[in-house]
């Protein structure tokens, strides 16, 4: 059983796009983190949140814990936004592991 | 900006022949941690490290692994004696806080082939 859980698996779109990615989770968390994975396998956090929103840039990511669910938003979307895009959360109870989902991998043609 | 350095970045080694991944995290972060990714598969945690000591580790985490932290900048990972199931790609992480009270940096991943 999973404890996070991604959808889609995998998104295609054409520039400009908008893009939404899901994220949602079994269990009680602390927080939890979009990454983006890079083609080379390299991992960047692009947010860390417990609640409510953050934007950086194109990038919105928003959290509703009541309804255990996150969700990344992509405006414009752009070819070099093309990599896996994965959500990871700390459980409750102040452990330090983070638990992933499988990742989206998205595909942004121009 | 600062970063998590890995080296190697690619090993091959033999069945059973010990291996050490070696990171550098970012100089005044407190905790440290191994994961690793299996070719297709998600990202799993492996070990979690600080003032140095672990502080938790998975079930993934047996006697065959051990971290430490030889001299105060590099954090490693030792596998004792490799299987062909520990082929895969090694992530090193730090933070300056514990868990969810510190933004995470990961380094560009270590990856291991066993034949």
């Known amino acids: 059983k999973n404890e996070v859980e991604q959808s889609p698996q995998n998104l295609t779109a054409q520039e400009g796009e908008f893009i939404t990615i899901n994220c949602s989770y079994s269990?009680?968390?602390?927080?939890l983190h979009w990454l983006q994975q890079h083609p080379g396998g390299g991992i960047v956090s692009l947010f860390m949140?417990?609640?409510g929103k953050k934007k950086h840039g194109r990038l919105i990511a928003t959290i509703n814990i009541q309804e255990k669910h996150s969700s990344l938003h992509i405006t414009a979307s752009h070819p070099r936004d093309s990599a896996v895009y994965i959500c990871a959360a700390y459980t409750q109870g102040g452990s330090e592991k983070l638990v992933f989902g499988k990742g989206m991998k998205l595909t942004v043609n121009p | 900006e600062p970063e998590v350095t890995q080296t190697p970045s690619h090993q091959v080694t033999q069945m059973g022949q010990e291996v050490i991944l070696r990171c550098v995290p970012i100089s005044n972060h407190l905790y440290f941690y191994w994961y690793r990714q299996i070719l297709g598969q998600k990202v799993e945690f492996l070990v979690s490290?600080?003032?140095?000591?672990?502080?938790?580790k998975s079930e993934i985490f047996d006697d065959q692994f051990s971290v430490e932290r030889p001299d105060g900048s590099n954090f490693t990972l030792k596998i004792r004696s490799t299987k062909l199931e520990d082929s895969a790609m090694y992530f090193c992480?730090?933070?300056?806080?514990?868990?969810?009270?510190?933004?995470?940096?990961f380094g560009e991943g270590s990856r291991l082939t066993v034949l």
């Open positions: 949140l417990s609640s």
């Open positions: 269990v009680g968390i602390s927080a």
């Open positions: 992480a730090s933070s300056q806080g514990a868990g969810a009270t510190g933004e995470l940096f």
């Open positions: 490290f600080y003032n140095n000591e672990i502080s938790e």
